[in-house]
């Protein structure tokens, strides 16, 4: 298909095929950075459907905020079937980002950061700070880990750079009528839970961890009681509460099941 593109495609900017024998999109990205060869790349998924001026409004952003190391899109749902009221309360984990027409700054400490689809950075930023190979590779093969994106946007951060929402830069995302079903849903927020104790840890000096791994697990164990308690009865037919709860016992199983990643990544490195 991209060949057929590049029959017809403006002479002004070249369309590169570039193939990645590793699966998954933060390989992708990585590869895309390696590749690309201006100031400022973009990240578009392949169910992404760009507004006509998003690459404008990339551009103008970029030199408007000089200390934006990143900025994220506006981002609608493009429903194949209308979502019902039971799941709209989640649907923001489809990579939804719809957070008012005013930009402002992500804190990662409040609401974390935002998806990587519609992303938009700079090239060096990303590349002297962003490892080639992360340690949450996404939901690929067996991999439950989900996380990536964040976990990208946190080298960053941390390199003091600010991560920006840009709500003049428009995409929709076009969701399937079976990423609204609960077993997919289940699976996705059990995928989150999973990478939370890597991304907790990763926001702390290493000093640090011991005691809040300590307070963390005790907190996440009353969280999960207490989800129980109010919930019980609706369970097995509450989405949400399905979810939530999946969520809630995959951050406690989080570092014992990240532990045993990080030993078969030290055996097969």
Request: charged share 20%; glycine share 6%.
């Amino acid at each position: 298909m991209i060949h057929e593109y590049q029959q017809s495609w403006c002479d002004l900017f070249q369309l590169k095929y570039i193939f990645e024998a590793q699966q998954g999109v933060a390989f992708a990205r990585a590869k895309g950075i390696l590749e690309a060869r201006g100031e400022i790349v973009g990240f578009l998924d392949d169910d992404n459907l760009p507004e006509h001026d998003w690459l404008m409004e990339a551009y103008k952003f970029a030199q408007e905020h000089p200390q934006a190391g990143a900025w994220a899109s506006q981002i609608h749902g493009n429903f194949e079937v209308e979502p019902p009221e039971s799941v709209k309360p989640i649907l923001f984990y489809l990579a939804i980002t719809e957070r008012g027409e005013k930009p402002h700054i992500y804190e990662p400490y409040k609401k974390g950061f935002p998806p990587a689809a519609g992303l938009v950075v700079r090239r060096n930023v990303w590349r002297d700070n962003v490892p080639i190979r992360l340690f949450l590779v996404g939901r690929v093969g067996l991999s439950m880990l989900g996380s990536e994106d964040a976990e990208s946007l946190l080298y960053i951060y941390q390199a003091g750079w600010e991560i920006w929402y840009n709500p003049t830069m428009v995409i929709a995302h076009i969701i399937p009528s079976w990423r609204l079903e609960q077993n997919y849903l289940i699976s996705l927020m059990y995928g989150v839970g999973l990478a939370r104790y890597y991304l907790r840890m990763k926001l702390l000096k290493i000093w640090q961890r011991p005691f809040a791994f300590l307070m963390y697990f005790i907190n996440d164990i009353r969280k999960v009681i207490s989800h129980f308690i109010l919930y019980r009865k609706v369970l097995k037919s509450d989405i949400v509460a399905a979810c939530e709860m999946q969520r809630l016992i995959a951050t406690i199983i989080s570092p014992f099941y990240l532990c045993k990643i990080a030993f078969q990544k030290s055996e097969h490195p």
